[in-house]
């Protein structure tokens, strides 16, 4: 269905809670081949699924199942051009109250155009004073990235492109929308 048609609930548990799980899947418009390349489409919803196992939200799917859901979204939206994916798993139950059981669950998928993350070659980024949080599993829950989106609006109020966040203990853990790579001599060295 289009965006504009695609709508959830006010009361929708995982809007007020977080009770979500996410991905951001690339995927890269090839004009010489007239395709869209998805990457890395399997190991993403691999991620998803654990996610969603830390959060007890049962899909009736498969990953495969998730891919090939995602492809045909794709192929059905038409873009000739590099894309954005959004995979949610989430508690869809239309009520109130903390906790993740006794809740139903849904998945949805969208696509939309989107370009470069950051409109630069060269980003300034700053170390944020929000810390990573380190007291949940690692899965890309959608409550955890409230942190994400203040070390963000604190990188760009100070002028940088890019907040860099670290661990409680303080070593790098990766940017407010992005993974980070050191390269050295060359070569990649820190992940």
């Known amino acids: 269905m289009p965006l504009s048609e695609a709508n959830l609930n006010i009361m929708t548990n995982f809007m007020h809670y977080g009770t979500g799980v996410f991905e951001g899947i690339r995927g890269n418009w090839n004009s010489e081949k007239k395709e869209i390349f998805l990457f890395c489409l399997k ?10 196992q830390v959060l007890n939200i049962n899909l009736p799917y498969t990953v495969d199942d998730m891919c090939r859901i995602t492809v045909e979204t794709v192929e059905k939206c038409g873009f000739e051009e590099d894309i954005y994916i959004r995979p949610v798993a989430y508690k869809s139950s239309e009520v ?21 993350y950051l409109d630069t070659d060269s980003a300034r980024a700053c170390v944020s004073s929000w810390r990573f949080p380190g007291e949940v599993p690692r ?4 409550g955890l990235y409230v942190t994400n989106a203040l070390a963000k609006t604190e990188a760009v109020e100070r002028g940088f492109d ?8 303080g070593y790098v853990a990766e940017g407010s929308g992005e993974n980070i790579f050191m390269v050295s001599d060359g070569g990649e060295r820190f992940r």
């Open 139 to 142: 899965a890309k829950l959608t």
């Open 96 to 116: 109130l109250g903390v906790r993740l059981h006794d809740l139903e669950c849904d998945f949805m998928v969208f696509a939309f155009p989107w370009g470069r």
């Open 43 to 52: 190991e993403h919803y691999e991620r998803l699924y654990k996610g969603c």
């Open 162 to 169: 890019e907040a860099i966040m670290l661990t409680s203990d």
